[in-house]
């Protein structure tokens, strides 16, 4: 097979490894295109399910794992879907097949490669300890909702998007909370930094001890932690949870041959370096036409989105045209949304409301709007998604007005 031969049409069978979002995305998508084929998703851990309410609703026994499913048994039943629930070892592009732990080989025309990211652990002494906490799966999340409780105190490393979100969580079951993070504010790239100032200090409005520091050991005592910072201060805690981002899976893809360069390398279609195999959701990284490696996306629309380009792709049908990158995010009653990049070159605008910065918008040189994050402020950034899409120029003094309706200036 040459790199202009790859399989596809609707009587193409699939493989799908790792039936997360983005796997799932892609089989469903598959189906809704009217694809016939063989479908098969294999995932060590079953029937996919959606992680964003991990650190949310999850956590807080407002869902339970039912709630938790993109699929149940009966939907991939009704689809023709077969979900393997095993993890793949070694893949062979060139013959289709995967691998399986117990030995057993599966084959198909397509391989898709949906198999996310590891929760990175802190390289430091005791950061790989046992019974330091990682928040990534379903079986993390009900192992941190079995040791909270009133009173406890719980030390989560990393302030960022779903540390802060585990943090107000945690609270909110009564746990004594110390959030430890180098960076004061953090998410100044995803929010920039008006946003993230008051973002991060609703934590410690909130009653919750907030330290800047880099940790530099972690030891366990008879069931208590001691976190060492590099200035010699220590926090001790019950339980540790480290929330420092994700590593892609890429092991399978190196193993094999495929190109990655921090995620498996692929481009518009999300096609790899193999002409049988694609690779979407948090593993992928795309390169673009010029030959520009993006930064890999972590957000869970993305994966979506990925996942159904990758269905189009191997169907042969028109790709899915998808608008710049969206994420949200939930912490202590308030919904943060992003949208683009707040880290181009340009000037940050904020629109206050009740004095507060509650939405900032990125501006390029040429007045055109690259990003916007907002507090409580979804419709603007539903807004300012349609302005980034459509390259509609925008006035400064406009975005900063909070009297003028975003929704007019996106027509
Ligand atoms: C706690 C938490 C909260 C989040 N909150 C938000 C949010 O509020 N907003 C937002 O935009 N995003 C959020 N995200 C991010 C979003 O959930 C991810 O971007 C999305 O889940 C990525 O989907 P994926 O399918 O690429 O990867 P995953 O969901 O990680 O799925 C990958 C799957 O591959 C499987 N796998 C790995 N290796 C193998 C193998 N060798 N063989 C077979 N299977 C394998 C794994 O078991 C896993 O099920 C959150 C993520 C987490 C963890």
């Not at 996919?48 to 048994?73: C, E, I, M, N």
């Not at 998808?322 to 308030?334: K, N």
Request: aromatic fraction near 2%.
């Amino acid at each position: 097979m040459n790199g202009h031969d790859a399989p596809g049409g609707s009587g193409t069978s699939v493989l799908v490894i790792g039936g997360g979002l983005a796997g799932f995305s892609t089989v469903r998508q598959l189906r809704a295109l009217g694809h016939t084929g063989t479908l098969r998703m294999v995932d060590p851990e079953g029937l996919p399910y959606d992680r964003p309410p991990l650190s949310k609703a999850y956590l807080l026994g407002h869902t339970d794992q039912v709630g938790l499913l993109l699929a149940d048994a009966a939907w991939c039943i009704e689809h023709d879907v077969e979900v393997v629930t095993a993890a793949v070892t070694v893949l062979r592009p060139d013959a289709g097949e995967a691998e399986l732990t117990d030995g057993t080989v599966l084959q198909a025309d397509v391989l898709v490669l949906a198999t996310g990211g590891t929760a990175r652990r802190l390289p430091i002494p005791g950061g790989a300890l046992e019974s330091v906490l990682e928040l990534r799966t379903r079986s993390d999340a009900d192992r941190l909702r079995g040791l909270l409780r009133p009173g406890m105190r719980l030390a989560v490393i990393g302030a960022g998007l779903i540390g802060a979100e585990t943090a107000s969580a945690a609270q909110e079951l009564g746990a004594d909370v110390v959030l430890i993070d180098p960076v004061d504010p953090p998410l100044v790239p995803a929010v920039g930094p008006e946003l993230a100032r008051r973002l991060h200090d609703m934590h410690t409005d909130r009653g919750l001890e907030v330290v800047t520091g880099v940790p530099v050991s972690i030891t366990c005592d008879a069931g208590s932690h001691t976190i060492t910072l590099e200035d010699g201060r220590a926090v001790t805690a019950d339980a540790v949870l480290v929330g420092v981002g994700i590593s892609p899976n890429t092991a399978l893809a190196e193993a094999a041959g495929l190109e990655t360069d921090g995620g498996v390398v692929v481009d518009d279609h999300q096609r790899t370096s193999h002409p049988r195999v694609y690779a979407i959701g948090d593993a992928a990284r795309i390169r673009t036409g010029d030959g520009t490696l993006q930064r890999r996306a972590e957000h869970w629309e993305s994966a979506m989105n990925t996942g159904q380009t990758a269905a189009a792709a191997i169907a042969g049908v028109d790709l899915p045209v998808h608008g710049a990158s969206w994420f949200w995010s939930d912490r202590h009653g308030v919904h943060v949304e992003g949208v683009g990049s707040m880290t181009a070159p340009g000037t940050t605008v904020i629109r206050e409301i009740d004095g507060a910065p509650a939405i900032a918008f990125r501006l390029d040189d040429d007045g055109y709007l690259t990003g916007c994050a907002a507090i409580d402020g979804g419709l603007a950034v539903r807004a300012a998604r349609r302005i980034i899409d459509r390259r509609i120029r925008v006035a400064p003094d406009q975005l900063a007005d909070p009297t003028v309706n975003l929704k007019k200036l996106a027509r």
